[in-house]
Each structure stands twice: as structure tokens, then as C-alpha cells.
């Protein structure tokens, strides 16, 4: 996988990663911010108007006045707002929109309908308004209690406050984050990918050419100097290729110099133990000839000839004497055979060096001229 690929997939992750995070993060911040505000809003609203039910309270202990009564149709207007349970002090229901429940007692009401929260309970005896969620609908439970006199809670007003109008605003919120998030991701990413593109990987691939172009003979990498860790880079390769065409050259001179002295010394053998009239020949492991004592015929000094341009493939008798000495290294192999229309002798032999040097020595000597020695 290349390396852009493999950033982009990498640069995706942790944005994704980042922007789930900060979702979140913000969705949380947005709840309590908007939650909060819908909370203390209808904290403030009953405020302003709780002058009216005080007196109102003080005035007629049992039934609500015309002045409470506008209140509760002020408050009953707001869709916020599911319901309104109105109590005087004494715990007697004051306003219901169920009309059948106003007068009884706090606790009756509780065994008739049921209440989900403790609310009520909390805001008055601590005489501050207290705030409780429904477990299962999406309510807010807040009672208020109603204050006259300093600190003495003569009614409490609980209204059931529906969490949509927030939610709605959450969510728009929420959308406007994740719009902004993959806005910041795409700005933030193109630089960073032209940088890399351009910067990073443009010089690799031009690197990776100039090595393609790097043969054994020529070890220079021509690329254009860079002073950061891809010129570095470079410098470290084009140092490694110096020192291979000096190990190359090295073993270059040592391989000429003993081919060299191989030449000389299997010269040397020919001329001293290869009796005159008779025609030897020198081949490697892969049957080319590396010398002979008699013309090879070739049209340049470093031209090879195998050993099947000497033999002719139709002699399968000197063939098969040659195939046997090269299958048992250190014996000697010979048969009377027919070699350029003379009847000669075949001895053949092979001789390995050290390592996987294999040398196979074939000499040809006319029958005549071993009858004349006899």
C-alpha cells in the first residue's frame, strides 16, 4: 500500500476519531447549555408572575383569584409547557386543568394520578425550587415554591416542562457541528495533502526512478540535492553504490587476475604434459571452452565457443565419455573414438577447485601416434 493510501486512511481515522470525540464533548456541553436555560427560563417566568399568585394566595386561601387564573392560562399558552399542578401551602390542589381535581388534598392526588418525581416534596422543605428529570418521558419536573413573608413557602407551583423545544435546538446545533467539523477536516487536509504529495512523496518516486535507472555500468544516482531526510537519504544511497562498484570492481580485478592466472596455468599443463599430435581442451561447468592447444577459430579474443562447436552432436560416444567424467569428479574416463576423422583415443577428467569451480580436462590422442610410443 503506498504511503499516500495509507495517510489518507490514517489522516480519516483520526479525524473521524477527533470529530467523535468533540461530538461527543459538544453534544453535552449543548444539552446542559439548552437544558439548563429551558430550566431557569421557566424559573424567570414564574418569578416575574409569582407577585400575582401571592397575593392571590394570601387573599382567597382556598380558590384561585381571577389575577391567578390569567397566570395559569399565561403559562398554560406556552408549548413548552405539558402541565400545571397549582398547591397552596396547606398542600390543597389550587388550579388543575382537570377541573374535578381542584380542592382535594396533595395526598390524594398522588393515590388518584400518581407523581413520577419528588420534586414537590424537595422544593418545599428546602424552599428552593428544585428541578428532577422523568425517568422514561422526556419531562422535566420543576416545582417552584411561592414565598411570602421572608423565608415561609405559602403554595408551590410544579410544572411539567417538555424537553423537544431543546432537543430541536441540540440537534441543530449538532448538524452545525458535524457541517463545521468535516469543513475544518477538508481545510485542514488539502494543505496537508498537497504538502505531501508535493513535498514528500514527488521526491520519493523521483528517488525510486533514479535508482531504476542505476545499471552496472553507471552507479551514479543523479538526483537533484535536498537539504532534508530525503536528501539524506539520497547521499546514503549514493554512498552505498560507491561502495559497491569498488566491492564490484575489486572482485571484478580478482576474478580477471585469476582467470589470468588459470590461463597461464592450464597453458603451462598443456604445453608440458600434453604430448605433441595429440589436441586438449579445457571447459567449465557449462561445457564452454576456456582453452585449448590448438585454434579455436574465433573472430575475437573474448568470444566464446562452446564445446559442442568443437564436437559434433553426432559423436555421442565422445559426449558420453565427457558426461561420465563430469558425473565422477577425480576419474579418469577413455575410449577409442573417432575425432575429426582420426582414430583417437578420448581421455577425459574433471577437476574442481575450491568452491564450485569445476574444470573437465578431454584429450584426444591419435591411435598412431600411441602405437609409435609403444
Known amino acids: ?77 406556552d408549548k413548552r409547557i405539558a402541565d400545571i399542578l397549582y398547591l397552596n401551602g396547606n398542600g390543597f390542589i389550587r388550579w388543575h386543568k382537570q377541573g374535578q381535581l381542584i380542592g382535594i388534598h396533595y395526598e390524594e392526588y398522588v393515590k388518584q394520578v400518581g407523581v413520577e418525581t419528588d420534586a414537590i416534596d424537595q422544593a418545599y422543605q428546602s424552599g428552593q ?43 441543530s446545533a449538532m448538524n452545525k457541528y458535524v457541517l463545521g467539523a468535516i ?26 526512478d533514479c535508482i531504476d535507472s542505476i545499471s552496472t555500468k553507471s552507479f551514479d544516482i543523479k538526483f537533484a540535492a535536498r537539504k532534508d531526510e530525503i536528501g539524506e537519504l539520497a547521499d546514503a544511497i549514493g554512498g552505498l553504490l560507491g561502495k559497491v562498484r569498488l566491492e564490484l570492481d575489486a572482485v571484478t580485478d580478482r576474478e580477471r587476475q585469476r582467470q589470468s592466472d588459470e590461463e597461464l596455468w592450464w597453458k603451462a599443463v598443456l604445453s608440458t604434459a600434453v ?26 579474443p573474448d568470444q566464446k565457443k562452446h564445446l559442442l ?23 579418469i574416463m577413455q575410449n577409442d573414438v573417432m575425432f575429426k576423422g582420426i582414430e583417437c583415443r578420448v581421455r577425459a ?14 584429450l584426444f590422442t591419435p591411435l598412431k601416434r600411441l602405437a609409435q610410443q609403444v
Open 1 to 77: 500500500m503506498k504511503i499516500s493510501v495509507k495517510w489518507i486512511i490514517c489522516f480519516l481515522v483520526v479525524g473521524i476519531y477527533v470529530m467523535a470525540l468533540g461530538g461527543v464533548f459538544y453534544y453535552n456541553l449543548f444539552r446542559w447549555t439548552f437544558e439548563e436555560k429551558l430550566k431557569q427560563d421557566m424559573i424567570e417566568m414564574v418569578r416575574i408572575k409569582s407577585p400575582d399568585l401571592i397575593k392571590g394566595i394570601l387573599r382567597q386561601k382556598q380558590y384561585p383569584t381571577i389575577e391567578e387564573g390569567d397566570v395559569m392560562n399565561w403559562l398554560g399558552g
Open 129 to 171: 425550587p428544585k428541578v428532577r428529570s422523568f425517568k422514561k418521558d422526556p419531562f422535566f419536573d420543576i416545582a417552584i415554591p411561592l414565598k411570602a413573608k421572608g423565608e415561609v413557602v405559602i403554595g408551590i407551583l410544579n410544572l411539567q416542562v417538555s424537553k423537544e423545544s431543546s432537543s430541536k435546538i441540540i440537534g
Open 183 to 208: 469543513g475544518v477536516l477538508i481545510l485542514l487536509g488539502l494543505p496537508l495533502w498537497i504538502y505531501l504529495r508535493f513535498f514528500i512523496v514527488a521526491p520519493i518516486i523521483s528517488l525510486r
Open 275 to 300: 604430448a605433441d599430435g595429440s589436441q586438449a581442451i579445457v571447459v567449465d561447468e557449462d561445457n564452454n571452452v576456456l582453452f585449448a592447444n590448438f585454434d579455436l577459430d574465433l573472430d575475437r
Open 309 to 331: 562447436d568443437i564436437i559434433d552432436s553426432q559423436q555421442q560416444d565422445v559426449l558420453r565419455i565427457i558426461g561420465m567424467a563430469m558425473d565422477t569428479p577425480r576419474q
Open 349 to 362: 577428467i574433471q577437476v574442481q577447485a575450491e568452491g564450485n569451480i569445476k574444470r573437465t580436462l578431454v
